[in-house]
């Protein structure tokens, strides 16, 4: 059950077939898109025709502020069913997740609570025992470290300093 490879001309031809097919769909579509533009501008627009007196061009205008007012009363009716329904895929969206039990992680404040609040807030009014972590603990000794109490006069010091290192220059 070996398949056979397909040749580069054959593919070739049947590439150009479909590409042939393709665009004739392609045309057809087009045509059929703008009959049915024209058909519906003929039903929803007809010819203007422009009278001669004044009264008749203020009936005109009149009848035009109608259209118009009819036509921006159905695009909000749509906005709104469309708002209205991309406020029920958001909830079922919500619904969803859920119900499969994944849900995104919210960024965590930094709370400062002690022990006993955090038991209390966890375990309600259950929590009657106080725990005081310090308590078990041991205690230890703090050693005091013995600090020079006396600086002194720093030029003192430095006179000092340079009598040391005259001894060792003598000595050495």
Not at 8 to 27: D, F, N, P
Not at 102 to 114: D, I, N, T
């Amino acid at each position: 059950m070996s398949e056979k490879k397909m040749t580069s001309s054959r593919k070739h031809h049947l590439k150009s077939l479909m590409l042939g097919i393709a665009k004739t769909l392609l045309e057809k579509e087009a045509a059929q898109y703008e009959a049915d533009k024209a058909a519906h501008m003929a039903q929803n627009c007809p010819e203007l025709s422009l009278p001669g007196s004044v009264q008749e061009l203020q009936d005109l205008c009149k009848k035009l502020h109608q259209t118009i007012d009819k036509a921006d009363e159905e695009r909000y009716d749509t906005e709104a069913k469309v708002h209205k329904a991309d406020k029920e895929i958001q909830d079922l969206k919500i619904k969803v997740q859920d119900l499969k039990g994944k849900f995104k992680k919210p960024a965590l404040r930094k709370v400062r609570m002690s022990a006993d609040q955090m038991l209390q807030a966890l375990l309600g009014s259950k929590h009657k025992v106080s725990l005081d972590l310090r308590a078990n603990l041991k205690q230890v000794k703090k050693e005091v470290k013995e600090e020079v109490a006396d600086v002194g006069d720093w030029r003192k010091n430095i006179e000092d300093r340079t009598d040391r290192k005259k001894m060792f220059e003598t000595e050495g």
